[in-house]
Nanobody, 127 residues
Framework: QVHLVESGGGLVQAGGSLRLSCAAS????????MGWFRQAPGKDRQFVAV????????AYADSVKGRFTVSRDNANNMVYLQMNTLKPEDTAVYLC????????????????????WGQGTQVTVSS
């Protein structure tokens, strides 16, 4: 069992930055693949980024590549999403998710692959 709690969302102007955090419970955090997804009203859940169990592999949606960076701190059961050069179209609820792996490029961007989800944190980017 993994319990996930996101934080760090808020209102920011276009071009600004935010850093989202996801705190995970459990003693086996380092065994989990961690993903970030987002969901805007009326839209499907969308893949944003993923990081492998040891942090050696990361992947991003094309829409955020070069602007967002995912990282993790296994010693403190944390995963982060640094978001730079934010755009109004980045507005959504951002959720972190965990899966017991192993890492697969095919599955990592698919929300149905993940077993555990946080409640999400709202990110609003004004134009």
């Amino acid at each position: 069992q993994v319990h996930l709690v996101e934080s760090g969302g808020g209102l920011v102007q276009a071009g600004g930055s935010l850093r989202l955090s996801c705190a995970a419970s459990g003693r086996t955090f380092s065994r989990y693949i961690m993903g970030w997804f987002r969901q805007a009203p009326g839209k499907d859940r969308q893949f944003v980024a993923v990081i492998s169990e040891d942090g050696s592999i990361t992947a991003y949606a094309d829409s955020v590549k070069g602007r967002f960076t995912v990282s993790r701190d296994n010693a403190n059961n944390m995963v982060y999403l640094q978001m730079n050069t934010l755009k109004p179209e980045d507005t959504a609820v951002y959720l972190c998710a965990a899966d017991g792996g192993p890492y697969s490029n095919y599955f990592a961007s698919r929300p149905q692959f993940y077993d555990y989800w946080g409640q999400g944190t709202q990110v609003t980017v004004s134009s």
